[in-house]
């Protein structure tokens, strides 16, 4: 009798084992996959780029590594190029504010400095 319930415990387990398999590739086999992006169609402006034979080769070895045609990978790289203009701007605008905080920090250092020593605090050779 203890044999049965075993070989049955068995059973059930590999049952349970194949569903839970089974389970798993349905929800791998419907995940979503994004399409790739649509290039520029045939329409959309065009303009003639001049460039070394030795970029071209570049850009070809990264594109062909990417799945990519040239025009893809060019696009691709312009789109990423003209995405980190704002953050430069905004980068530069950051430092000079903070080059402007460190000034107003340096004359309040110095005027404290000052009052403490006795000295005018607006009379101070640098």
């Given amino acids: 009798?203890?044999?049965k319930r075993a070989g049955s415990k068995n059973a059930a387990s590999r049952r349970l084992k194949q569903n839970l398999a089974e389970i798993e590739r349905t929800i791998?086999?419907?995940r979503v996959v994004?399409?790739?992006a649509k290039p520029p169609?045939?329409?959309a402006p065009q303009f003639v780029l001049r460039y070394t034979p030795e970029l071209r080769d570049?850009?070809?070895?990264l594109a062909t590594a990417r799945g990519l045609s040239i025009n893809s990978m060019l696009i691709e790289l312009l789109e990423k190029g003209?995405?980190?203009g704002d953050a430069v701007e905004q980068l530069q605008t950051s430092t000079g504010e903070l080059f402007d905080r460190m000034?107003?920090?340096?004359?309040?250092v110095r005027e404290h400095e000052a009052r403490l020593s006795g000295r005018d605090p607006y009379n101070v050779e640098k």
Avoid: G, N
């Avoid at 000034?103 to 309040?108: I, M, Q, T, V, W």
């Fill in 1 to 3: 009798m203890a044999k």
């Fill in 28 to 30: 791998a086999s419907a």
């Fill in 34 to 36: 994004d399409p790739p």
């Fill in 41 to 43: 169609s045939k329409t």
């Fill in 58 to 61: 570049q850009i070809a070895r």
């Fill in 82 to 84: 003209l995405s980190h």
């Fill in 103 to 108: 000034e107003a920090l340096e004359s309040l």
